[in-house]
């Protein structure tokens, strides 16, 4: 009887493997074309300035203080000369099947201990990298959710994004700041501001103030407050000191001099109630609410089968981080734009990482209630549905830019 458990197991590995590497091919072919079309046939997005900025800085002539995708690009066009579309359309897609398996490996955290199909949540992982608001009123598409197509920056930061989310909860719900687990963090931190530094800008304050929450209301003598709030922050201080330095050197950035543009012109941040919002979006209020369908739809069902909905102490862990990072970049968003690049709006990318986190967590709960059938048939249903209509629209973006 164990010899045929064993072999059952062993057979389903296989098949597991065998999956993966379809799933992988999947992905990384279904990337591929869409950034082909993006980059090398309809010159859609940011694409062609960064490539642009990636060759100047093979040849001495660009600088920046976050180079991290120009290099990934630049060094195999600086060795191999082979078309920088190319070189982009390949690193774009790797990292993108990258991020589906780092949204997986979340996805699986989070519903840990639980009766889960992989096959299911592979499948989760690669639609949470679809989806896209109902609707977007935003006056570019592709820029007003957490899977923005158009940006290569954000598609190229957004694994190592999923990984600080990830290290973050597993040193949170595990109560162990080890030495270790703390330069991963900081590492997957650092990472991020050499290829989008807008991300920790967001994330080194929100964990700050939660951490500083924490030991207020812990019952701890000050002194073992004090030294429990330095040992968890230590990596913030570290991220902190490296974006000042990054804020202080983007005045003066070097950019070849027929472009007639400095990307310094752009580097002083000023303070205004939704003025880079708007500038990007017709209705503010009514476009939050079309991109967070799905999570409004599953909160009202939580409230309504309040008594059968079994969230657990690490569920609530990660809400919470979900909460003090959505509530920081949201002021962000809200109150914060470059003096003369209102309309690139580039403390989106601080509030975009809400989408996409908030809708992990939100699948990780409805999956959880579906598997255990504590929602009714119709409500499950209300639900799924809605989270549909995201797909549905990641879709429909999708194809717009392949066809």
């Not at 967001?202 to 003598?221: C, Q, R, T």
């Not at 005045?251 to 990307?263: A, I, V, W």
């Not at 109150?335 to 690049?341: A, G, K, N, P, S």
């Not at 690139?344 to 699948?363: G, K, L, P, Q």
Request: proline share 3%.
């Amino acid at each position: 009887m164990e010899n045929k458990t064993l072999l059952n197991e062993e057979k389903n590995n296989k098949k597991y493997v065998i999956f993966n590497i379809f799933f992988v091919l999947f992905n990384l072919s279904f990337w591929a074309f869409l950034y082909h079309k993006l980059i090398d046939i309809k010159n859609i997005g940011d694409y062609y300035a960064h490539n642009q900025f990636a060759k100047w800085m093979m040849e001495g002539e660009f600088e920046t203080t976050y180079p991290g995708y120009q290099l990934l690009v630049g060094i195999p066009y600086k060795l191999t000369g082979i078309n920088i579309g190319y070189i982009s359309v390949a690193v774009l897609s790797i990292f993108a099947t990258f991020t589906v398996y780092m949204t997986y490996t979340l996805l699986t955290e989070l519903l840990k201990e639980r009766n889960v199909d992989r096959y299911h949540i592979l499948i989760l992982s690669l639609v949470l990298n679809i989806i896209q608001p109902i609707f977007t009123l935003s006056i570019r598409p592709g820029y007003s959710s957490g899977n923005g197509y158009i940006s290569p920056t954000q598609a190229v930061c957004k694994p190592f994004i999923v990984l600080v989310f990830l290290c973050t909860y597993r040193m949170y719900i595990n109560e162990k700041y080890t030495i270790n687990d703390q330069i991963k963090l900081t590492i997957m931190l650092f990472s991020s501001c050499v290829i989008k530094p807008v991300f920790a800008m967001a994330y080194v304050p929100a964990m700050g103030i939660l951490y500083l929450f924490d030991e207020i209301i812990n019952k701890k003598s000050l002194r073992d407050k004090i030294k429990t709030y330095i040992i968890k922050s230590w990596p913030l201080v570290f991220i902190g000191i490296v974006l000042i330095l990054q804020y202080v050197m983007s005045f003066n950035l070097k950019m070849p001099p027929d472009t007639g543009y400095s990307l310094s012109e752009g580097a002083g941040i000023k303070i205004g109630f939704l003025v880079a919002w708007r500038s990007v979006v017709s209705n503010v209020p009514l476009s939050i609410i079309f991109a967070y369908f799905f999570p409004i739809v599953l909160l009202l069902s939580s409230i309504t089968c309040k008594s059968n909905i079994s969230i657990k102490s690490e569920d609530k862990v990660f809400l919470k981080l979900c909460l003090f990072y959505g509530i920081v970049s949201l002021l962000y968003m809200s109150f914060l734009y470059q003096e003369t690049r209102v309309s690139d709006c580039n403390f989106r990318n601080a509030w975009i990482v809400t989408f996409s986190i908030i809708y992990i967590f939100c699948v990780s709960i409805l999956y959880k209630e579906t598997k255990e059938k504590n929602f009714s048939l119709p409500i499950t249903l209300i639900n799924w549905g809605a989270f549909s209509a995201h797909l549905i629209m990641g879709l429909a973006l999708y194809i717009k830019y392949v066809i």
